[in-house]
């Protein structure tokens, strides 16, 4: 009798260690299961990473198509912004960045008139409440006015709701005061990160970046036509997004030759909403 005693004693003690060492396994699998589950919303908000990244270029030869980086690409293509078109046409795209009237806007449009060519215009919020008649005067003559924002700040160093506010006040005030609607963004210092071009997405903006620019916005820096002329003529490129600064009165002294130049070399300007990828 006390031999089964014993082994019935045994038996429970082994049942219950099993029971608890079961309990214990089946936690283990619960937890390593929520754990994967913290890592796929881990990666997934990584995907949309909030770090600052400045738009740059490396420039092709013999106008090839210049290197626009392979992280600058993806994210672009990701979401649908704009930066380069096809190379398969010999197409440019004409934009300004118009962050202050420096008194050479007017000149420009006269240009763009004269040769029949069509622009965007990224304006800020400073442009709009000083040139509001050269902003109509845009809208009027079929060129796109585009959002670079009220302040030009670093989109990536704001909240989702500084954005909101930066992007949608300019659009609003726009559309109140023309019955215009802004669709294209052009973030203010080309810095950017994955998730402001994300949610500027959800605001129903389009990013707009550029394969071609060059060191034209500093005003004490002008008086190098030549210079200007050669830094464009060098880097044309099919699908070319070329950005211009409004601000520069070597730009507007030399805008109806290069246009000439441009069209004699072949090319042909077209607007963003014919934007070809």
Request: proline fraction near 1%; glycine fraction near 6%; include cysteine.
């Amino acid at each position: 009798m006390g031999n089964f005693c014993s082994w019935c004693n045994e038996t429970i003690i082994k049942i219950i260690v099993v029971f608890f060492l079961l309990m214990f396994i089946i936690f283990i699998i619960f937890v390593a299961g929520i754990s994967c589950n913290f890592q796929v919303i881990n990666v997934s908000n990584g995907a949309l990473s909030t770090k600052k990244i400045e738009w740059g270029i490396k420039r092709g030869k013999d106008h090839a198509q210049p290197d626009l980086g392979s992280e600058n690409l993806r994210i672009i293509n990701e979401f649908n912004g704009m930066a380069m078109g096809s190379d398969e046409y010999k197409y440019i795209y004409l934009t300004f960045d118009n962050g202050y009237e420096a008194g050479y806007t007017e000149q420009i449009l006269n240009v763009l008139k004269e040769n029949d060519v069509k622009a965007a215009f990224f304006i800020t919020g400073q442009y709009l409440k000083t040139s509001e008649d050269l902003v109509k005067r845009m809208i009027d003559e079929g060129h796109i006015v585009g959002n670079h924002t009220v302040n030009h700040k670093s989109m990536p160093s704001c909240t989702n709701e500084t954005i909101k506010e930066e992007v949608m006040s300019l659009h609003q005030s726009v559309y109140e005061k023309f019955n215009y609607e802004m669709k294209y963004m052009r973030p203010p210092k080309g810095e950017y990160s994955e998730a402001s071009i994300a949610y500027t997405n959800t605001l129903g903006y389009t990013t707009v970046m550029w394969s071609f620019a060059y060191d034209d916005w500093v005003e004490d820096n002008q008086g190098r036509e030549d210079y200007a002329k050669t830094k464009i003529y060098d880097n044309l490129h099919n699908g070319e997004i070329m950005l211009l600064h409004a601000t520069s009165k070597d730009n507007a002294n030399i805008l109806d030759e290069v246009i000439k130049e441009i069209k004699n070399q072949g090319y042909e300007f077209k607007s963003l909403d014919e934007f070809v990828r």
